[in-house]
């Protein structure tokens, strides 16, 4: 349960972004905050850009194991553009969506 100690017995499913996607049937996405403690950087990598239009970005980068600077490198290098850190956060637009 969200918010809850992980019970004996529960499970934990992942479920890639791009699938979760089409099972709305949305490949548009306005606004896309991820905070997962340490993994942000192997989530990005996983969503197929080519297929996915996400116009703007939250990802929190205080925990990612390949640092601030290499998400920052990885966004820019699939078409978004840094807009600033906030806090714990880096912002990032795409540039694809906003013209």
């Known amino acids: 349960m969200f918010g809850d ?4 017995g529960d499970l934990n499913q992942c479920f890639p972004l791009y699938s979760l ?7 548009r996405v306005d606004f896309f905050s991820l905070d997962i ?5 192997k989530v990005l990598k996983t969503i197929p850009w ?22 920052r490198h990885y966004m820019e290098s699939v078409g978004f553009t840094f807009v600033q850190d906030i806090n714990l956060d880096s912002i990032f637009i795409s540039k694809k969506c906003f013209k």
Do not use: P, S, Y
């Open 50 to 71: 080519d297929k996915v239009q996400i116009g703007l970005i939250e990802v929190e980068v205080q925990h990612v194991h390949e640092g601030r600077k290499d998400v």
């Open 5 to 8: 100690k992980k019970k004996e």
């Open 21 to 27: 996607l089409l099972a709305l049937d949305r490949t």
């Open 37 to 41: 403690e340490g993994d942000e950087l």
